[in-house]
């Protein structure tokens, strides 16, 4: 039972251009959610965080919008560039199940083109 | 501030052996969790561990098991490894002093098991 999910594993956006990426979820005890990135080799980057209170958090190139009644979150990367190209992790936490039990979505690869 | 670090970076261990993960967290953060990514599941939690005591636990068989130490560093522990048991595990510590808060990721350990 996939609870948080990414539906499309790749995105590929021209530098300078908006990236979006979604997320969607199933279960309404989530009230936080974060967003990551991933290089290979690497442990995923901390990027953005939103709670279920709000619904835009904004951290410079950055925002994380969140639709609760659709279950949705999105992430916007304006302008993106070329260093932005990793794959991204959308996470969420239900206070039921322990604030640190972080639940993954599969994650999507952005490709930023020159 | 040196970031959360994991040894060893990588591993590879035989069917039946077991092994010991190591992670040190951020200086201060006093919860550490673990999770299990493969390319099939994703990032998956495996526990958590907070003033030595574990908090909470994910939906693993009981091969694998933890602890944390008073300086907060953490083990993990898989024994009996089963060729499946390949995977990049991750450690992440937080603060976890409010209702939710932002994890930060170690590069990871990766195990095969052969």
């Known amino acids: 039972d996939q609870q948080v999910k990414q539906n499309s594993p790749s995105l590929s956006v021209q530098e300078g251009r908006i990236s979006i990426l979604n997320c969607d979820y199933t279960n309404s005890m989530f009230d936080y959610f974060l967003w990551y990135k991933k290089y290979p080799a690497e442990g995923p980057t901390f990027l953005i965080s939103i709670s279920s209170i709000k619904d835009k958090n904004e951290d410079g190139r950055f925002t994380v919008f969140l639709n609760k009644s659709a279950k949705h979150l999105s992430l916007h990367i304006v302008p993106s560039q070329p260093g932005d190209s990793a794959v991204y992790f959308c996470a969420a936490s239900a206070p039921d199940q322990g604030a640190q039990k972080l639940v993954f979505g599969q994650g999507t690869r952005l490709t930023i083109n020159p | 501030k040196a970031g959360v670090t994991q040894t060893p970076r990588y591993l590879i261990k035989t069917r039946g052996q077991q092994v010991t993960l190591s992670c040190s967290p951020i200086s201060g953060h006093r919860s550490v969790s673990w999770y299990q990514q493969t390319p099939g599941q994703g990032l998956q939690f495996l526990f958590e561990y907070f003033s030595e005591t574990q908090r909470n636990k994910g939906n693993f068989p009981g091969r694998f098991s933890g602890r944390q130490f008073s300086n907060s560093r953490s083990e993990m522990n898989v024994s009996t490894l089963e060729l499946g048991d390949s995977a990049l595990y991750l450690c992440?510590?937080?603060?976890?002093?409010?209702?939710?808060?932002?994890?930060?990721f170690g590069q990871g350990t990766r195990l095969t098991v052969v």
């Open positions: 992440a510590s937080s603060l976890a002093t409010g209702w939710s808060t932002e994890a930060f």
